[in-house]
Structure formats: C-alpha cells, structure tokens
C-alpha cells in the first residue's frame, strides 16, 4: 500500500521560511517523479514544483524562493520554501509519478498523493 505523508506545515509570517517533508512508503521511490501541488480555497489544485531524477521543475512564481529536494535513502522529498508571502497561503500535497513523459503540470497524472499540510502565510 503507497503511502504519502507530508508534514511541516505551519504559520509563518511573511518573509519568512518552512521545509516541507513527504515521506513515501509502499513505493519504489528512485524509480518516481515526486512532486508539490498546492490548493487554496476556492482554487484549482496548482503545480509548484518536481523532483525526477536531476531535474527539477518549478511554477513561475515559485523559482528563486523554493526548492525541491529528495533523499532516495530516506525515501523522502522536500520543499524548502524561503520568502514566503500570503499568496503562498494552501494546502501543500506531494504526489508520485511514475509514467515516463508525464506532464510535470498536470495533478492528473499523477498516480499518488499525500493528505496535505496547511501552509499559512500572515501578512
């Protein structure tokens, strides 16, 4: 049974950082692209960032603040999110991906996903 378990959320204020952890179980870890969505009220279920391999891929309005990292040993992924601001302010899941040439972007194919941390960014 795949497990995804996120943690390190909180409420930070602005400018300030939070990292981010998911754990995997259940899973073939080397072998996934491991990535962060986020969902604020309202909104659709956004990318933030992937881990496949030595490539990395983030939103727009990420790159330059965040970083997504994994430890293949610890079968676990990382988001260090540094300047944050109230924008910031979701939902965090991690998802694995297995299908080679799937979307980075796309949380539909994705095949796994965590139950969320909150992130709570104060103005």
């Known amino acids: 049974q795949v497990q995804l378990v996120e943690s390190g959320g909180g409420l930070v204020q602005a400018g300030g950082s939070l990292r981010l952890s998911c754990a995997a179980s259940g899973l073939t870890f080397g072998w996934a692209a491991m990535g962060w969505f986020r969902q604020a009220p309202g909104q659709e279920r956004e990318f933030v960032a992937r881990v496949s391999g030595s490539r990395t891929d983030y939103a727009d309005s990420v790159k330059g603040r965040f970083t997504i990292s994994s430890d293949n040993a610890k079968s676990t992924v990382y988001l260090q999110m540094n300047r944050l601001n109230p924008e910031d302010t979701a939902v965090y899941y991690c998802?694995?991906?297995?299908?080679?040439?799937?979307?980075?972007?796309?949380?539909?194919?994705?095949?796994?996903w965590g139950q969320g941390t909150q992130v709570t960014v104060s103005s």
């Open positions: 998802a694995a991906q297995f299908a080679l040439g799937a979307s980075a972007y796309v949380p539909a194919e994705y095949d796994y």
